[in-house]
């Protein structure tokens, strides 16, 4: 049974996953992704830990930056 194509969203992705040396553009519902200049993949164990751990640590950044935005 052929995979259905992923829904393109009006703007990118982009996370850029050290471990990987690579930016993350896109993640479909069924969990793969699509790395910059790569086609669509379901990641190993690795690179969702890697992918996960990227996002968890951009979050945090753009959360102090909310923050330090709002008590200025």
Do not use: C, F, H
Request: glycine share 2%.
């Amino acid at each position: 049974m052929p995979r259905a194509r992923p829904r393109r969203r009006a703007s990118e992705l982009r996370l850029y996953v050290e471990p990987m040396d690579a930016v993350l553009v896109d993640v479909s519902a069924d969990g793969r992704v699509r790395l910059e200049n790569e086609d669509w993949k379901t990641p190993t164990l690795q690179e969702r830990r890697a992918i996960i751990y990227a996002a968890t640590n951009t979050i945090e950044e753009l959360q102090e930056l909310i923050d330090a935005l709002q008590e200025a």
